[in-house]
């Protein structure tokens, strides 16, 4: 079945600086990227997703990149903020939601 | 609020009990999923509903667990002689499908401590 691997488990790096967290995917059919944001007991939130069809997608400060070839996909945040602290998951699926394997998670600590 | 609420938030049992949980979905999507989420780890899929009807179910879902939503709305899981292993956080999701890949909004959770 389909495995999904987050590195690294935490990133710790200084406010304005850039975040890459990079996940890694087994199963060649996936074709959904979401990652999601999940701040101390709150609920997971979909930040940004990308489909197969496309190499890039970015929203202001967000960005997601993803390698078909290498079956690798990458969530990067410029300029971070303290308000960016928080657990980031990535996940894949093939297609829908139910199929959603979820990455170990990142703790992303941002220092002011 | 009009998103994806779940009941209790919190709940602490004795071993060997049986527990329930219920999620309303946002009120128009016709799809629901639990998943279960321990510390540290991303959420594991458990069961998804179209509308009334429970279409997957993970092996991790043993036969102590039960889920039903019967008119399509809120669902109800159960866990039946509760052991240690099943405190988690069991969180619940909807989404809207229309043949395309649509977003699923996760609810608060619901935290099982098993004592």
């Known amino acids: 079945g389909e495995n999904v691997e987050q590195h690294p488990s935490t990133l710790s790096v200084q406010e304005g600086d850039s975040a890459v967290i990079k996940c890694t995917y087994s199963?060649?059919?996936?074709?959904?990227f979401p990652w999601y944001k999940q701040e101390l007991g709150k609920r997971p939130q979909l930040i940004i997703d990308i489909r197969s069809n496309v190499g890039e997608k970015k929203d202001q400060r967000i960005a997601v990149t993803l390698n078909k070839t290498a079956k690798h996909f990458s969530l990067h945040i410029t300029e971070t903020q303290p308000e960016d602290s928080a657990v980031y998951f990535c996940?894949?699926?093939?297609?829908?939601?139910?199929?959603?394997?979820w990455g170990a998670g990142t703790k992303l600590i941002i220092k002011p | 609020d009009t998103g994806v609420s779940q009941d209790p938030r919190h709940k602490i049992t004795k071993r060997g009990q049986n527990v329930t949980f219920r999620c309303d979905p946002i009120s128009e999507h016709n799809r629901l999923y639990w998943y279960r989420q321990t510390l540290g780890q991303g959420p594991e899929f458990l069961t998804y509903?179209?509308?009334?009807?429970?279409?997957?179910k993970s092996r991790l879902l043993s036969d102590r667990f039960s889920a039903e939503r019967p008119k399509g709305s809120f669902s109800t899981l159960e866990i039946q002689r509760t052991e240690q292993g099943d405190s988690a956080m069991y969180l619940c999701?909807?989404?809207?499908?229309?043949?395309?890949?649509?977003?699923?909004?996760f609810g608060q959770g619901t935290r099982l401590t098993v004592v």
């Open positions: 996940a894949a699926s093939k297609g829908s939601n139910y199929q959603l394997i």
């Open positions: 999701a909807s989404s809207l499908e229309t043949g395309g890949l649509t977003e699923a909004f």
């Open positions: 199963d060649s059919a996936s074709n959904y």
């Open positions: 509903f179209q509308n009334e009807a429970q279409l997957e």
